[in-house]
């Protein structure tokens, strides 16, 4: 048997609550499938960490989340938390394991599975089977540089951001993306607006000296205004983009559109030694928390994706997303991705059933 590698699973509130158990038996029964040796911790986060210690991210989490090789985290938030002060409310607790495990990395496949195209706002034709991939730096940038904040010169007030980035940042994010082409189509656009900003046109020039260093890998520039046209003019032209904080953020919310739901997007956050955090990108879903409505295949695809990029175990990510396109093939769905006129040829699913059903399929091809 392997080294073992510890995950520490944290499910936060709302339907992460009830998300993250599902994924936990996929992700126990792949490992033991695959010959990944893990052992699962479980910790406290978000709102249920504030009212059982008194903050969002208690101590021991932080520490276990750094000794571990992964951190599975379903969702945090909730009404009952709504009106905390900023600084104590259940997202700090995402931003402290941010912090706290250096992830800089951040990436977010948009990946639309071939049986729900019709879920798209696009014509199905330019979605259908689309497998993108936005690599998005996630502590420098606009969101963090100083001097910031709001003044008051001659007698009005100013607000101020800085947008900065220092090479060593933009290097390492570029080396990522550029892995991660070598490991996909070989293709990787990198997104900047070289032709008004200084700091991008660093941006640009850094991640063009590296690219002869991954002669596979083939590098197109794109201004972000442009990129934002072309992911919903011809979306399946990128393989893997690479981008800074804000244009990232942004970006990566409009290649989620083009697939449809929020129930079915994963995320990672990696650091530079492979540590990962691995979540879905819908949030704690009061609305339809506690009553087996939640679709689980966020948090199934961010576990495929932990195989993948922290537990170096690609054939269990491929089964686990194999798996989950076999059941929607199928026709099973979940409330969220339930088309209004299905005509019979869709089958209703709870939370819990969707997971039997991934895990059917699992143990049918692991
Ligand atoms: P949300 O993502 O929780 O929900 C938006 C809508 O999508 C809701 O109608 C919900 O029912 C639906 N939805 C989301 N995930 C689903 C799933 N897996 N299956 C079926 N339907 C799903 O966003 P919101 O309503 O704006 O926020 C609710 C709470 O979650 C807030 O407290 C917010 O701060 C928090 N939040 C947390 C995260 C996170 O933990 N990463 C992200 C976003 C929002």
């Given at each position: 048997m392997s080294e073992q590698k510890d995950i520490l699973v944290l499910p936060g509130d709302g339907i992460g609550t009830e998300v993250v158990p599902v994924a936990c038996r996929v992700l126990e029964y792949a490992a033991s499938r695959c010959g990944v040796n893990v052992r699962l911790q479980e910790g406290l986060v978000g709102g249920n960490a504030i009212d059982?210690?008194?903050?969002?991210?208690p101590p021991d989490t932080l520490q276990m989340a750094q000794s571990s090789r992964a951190v599975l985290l379903g969702a945090v938030g909730g009404?009952?938390?709504?009106?905390?002060p900023t600084l104590e409310r259940p997202e700090r607790g995402l931003l402290g394991l941010r912090a706290g495990l250096s992830l800089f990395a951040n990436l977010r496949p948009a990946l639309l599975f071939a049986p729900l195209?019709?879920?798209?706002?696009?014509?199905q034709e330019l979605v259908s089977d689309l497998d993108i991939l936005i690599v998005r730096e996630l502590?420098?940038?606009?969101?963090?540089?100083?001097?910031r904040g709001i003044e008051v010169v001659d007698n009005e007030r100013r607000g101020v951001n800085t947008y900065v980035y220092s090479e060593h940042e933009i290097e390492r994010i570029a080396r990522v993306a550029f892995e991660l082409a070598e490991l996909r189509q070989g293709r990787l656009c990198s997104v900047d607006k070289a032709n008004v900003l200084e700091v991008t046109q660093l941006w640009r020039e850094v991640v063009s000296q590296l690219a002869a260093e991954y002669p596979s890998v083939e590098l197109s520039h794109m201004y972000v205004d442009n990129a934002g046209m072309q992911l919903v003019r011809a979306?399946?032209?990128?393989?893997v983009l690479v981008t800074g904080n804000m244009f990232g953020d942004i970006l990566s919310d409009v290649a989620a559109m083009l697939t449809g739901s929020l129930g079915m997007l994963p995320s990672a956050s990696l650091a530079s030694d492979g540590t990962g955090m691995y979540e879905p990108?819908?949030?704690?879903?009061p609305d339809i928390a506690?009553?087996?409505?939640?679709?689980?295949l966020a948090t199934i695809l961010s576990v495929a994706m932990m195989f993948r990029y922290?537990?170096?175990s690609p054939d269990a990510a491929d089964a686990i997303e194999g798996a989950v396109n076999a059941v929607l093939a199928e026709g099973f769905r979940t409330m969220d991705i339930?088309?209004?006129?299905?005509q019979g040829t869709s089958s209703l699913v709870g939370t819990q059933e969707m997971g039997d059903l991934v895990l059917g399929k699992l143990e049918a091809s692991l």
């Amino acid at each position: 048997m392997s080294e073992q590698k510890d995950i520490l699973v944290l499910p936060g509130d709302g339907i992460g609550t009830e998300v993250v158990p599902v994924a936990c038996r996929v992700l126990e029964y792949a490992a033991s499938r695959c010959g990944v040796n893990v052992r699962l911790q479980e910790g406290l986060v978000g709102g249920n960490a504030i009212d059982a210690a008194g903050t969002p991210l208690p101590p021991d989490t932080l520490q276990m989340a750094q000794s571990s090789r992964a951190v599975l985290l379903g969702a945090v938030g909730g009404p009952k938390w709504d009106d905390l002060p900023t600084l104590e409310r259940p997202e700090r607790g995402l931003l402290g394991l941010r912090a706290g495990l250096s992830l800089f990395a951040n990436l977010r496949p948009a990946l639309l599975f071939a049986p729900l195209a019709q879920a798209s706002s696009l014509k199905q034709e330019l979605v259908s089977d689309l497998d993108i991939l936005i690599v998005r730096e996630l502590t420098g940038g606009i969101y963090f540089g100083e001097p910031r904040g709001i003044e008051v010169v001659d007698n009005e007030r100013r607000g101020v951001n800085t947008y900065v980035y220092s090479e060593h940042e933009i290097e390492r994010i570029a080396r990522v993306a550029f892995e991660l082409a070598e490991l996909r189509q070989g293709r990787l656009c990198s997104v900047d607006k070289a032709n008004v900003l200084e700091v991008t046109q660093l941006w640009r020039e850094v991640v063009s000296q590296l690219a002869a260093e991954y002669p596979s890998v083939e590098l197109s520039h794109m201004y972000v205004d442009n990129a934002g046209m072309q992911l919903v003019r011809a979306p399946k032209q990128f393989d893997v983009l690479v981008t800074g904080n804000m244009f990232g953020d942004i970006l990566s919310d409009v290649a989620a559109m083009l697939t449809g739901s929020l129930g079915m997007l994963p995320s990672a956050s990696l650091a530079s030694d492979g540590t990962g955090m691995y979540e879905p990108v819908h949030g704690s879903a009061p609305d339809i928390a506690g009553q087996d409505k939640a679709n689980p295949l966020a948090t199934i695809l961010s576990v495929a994706m932990m195989f993948r990029y922290s537990l170096d175990s690609p054939d269990a990510a491929d089964a686990i997303e194999g798996a989950v396109n076999a059941v929607l093939a199928e026709g099973f769905r979940t409330m969220d991705i339930m088309p209004a006129d299905s005509q019979g040829t869709s089958s209703l699913v709870g939370t819990q059933e969707m997971g039997d059903l991934v895990l059917g399929k699992l143990e049918a091809s692991l």
